[in-house]
T-cell receptor
């Protein structure tokens, strides 16, 4: 069965400092992996996705993630945090076969201090 | 607006009442998904449609829940005899199809059962 574990429920950074949100996955086959962001009172928005092409995936708003099969990790990074990055971030793996249903982690709340 | 829309955005009901939610996917998207998100958790898959066919249902979808997509366009999710445990955000997403295709989410319907 597929699953994702987000290692931190809450991360706090200062504006202008790097962001690291950690995610480990479990999958019995080559997974599709995603990061979604959820701002308060707004819908989930896709940041980036990995689908077995390049292991370093670039997304919107300066975010990127690296797929590391040996470590079963898909950590999300950004060189410099902005106040507008404050939100809930979800690491996601695609479900088994062609179903396509997404399996979400519990989320990491990112706070950005001025 | 060509995104996924959901109606209503908020619903407050009394225990035992029936409620129905509507989702309008992005036109030309073949797949439509329903998820449920409770406070402090990531969304959990409920069911999905490929055109008008309901192809998968999660064990979370009890007999009190029913979903339809009669013409392969909009979908409805009905909950009968609501319980306080049904209080959650109900999210709809659509995609072109395939397990790695991006799912675009609507803003959700927040259900409160008193």
């Amino acid at each position: 069965a597929q699953s994702v574990t987000q290692l931190d429920s809450h991360v706090s950074v200062s504006e202008g400092t790097p962001v690291l949100l950690r995610c480990n996955y479990s999958s019995s086959y080559s997974p599709s992996l995603f990061w979604y962001v959820q701002h308060p009172n707004k819908g989930l928005q896709l940041l980036l996705k990995y689908t077995s092409a390049a292991t370093l995936v670039k997304g919107i708003n300066g975010f990127e993630a690296e797929f590391k099969k040996s470590e079963t990790s898909f950590h999300l990074t950004k060189p410099s945090a902005h106040m507008s990055d404050a939100a809930e971030y979800f690491c996601v793996v695609s479900g088994r076969g062609s179903q396509g249903n997404l399996i979400f982690g519990k989320g990491t709340k990112l706070s950005v201090k001025p | 607006d060509t995104g996924v829309s959901q109606d209503p955005r908020h619903k407050i009901t009394k225990r035992g009442q029936n409620v129905t939610f509507r989702c309008d996917p992005i036109s030309e998207h073949n797949r439509l998904y329903w998820y449920r998100q409770t406070l402090g958790q990531g969304p959990e898959f409920l069911t999905y449609f490929q055109n008008e066919a309901q192809l998968e249902k999660s064990r979370l979808l009890s007999d009190r829940f029913s979903a339809e997509r009669p013409k392969g366009s909009f979908s409805t999710l009905e909950i009968q005899r609501t319980e306080q445990g049904d209080s959650a955000m109900y999210l709809c997403a659509s995609s072109l199809g395939g397990s790695s295709d991006t799912q675009y989410f609507g803003p959700g319907t927040r259900l409160t059962v008193l």
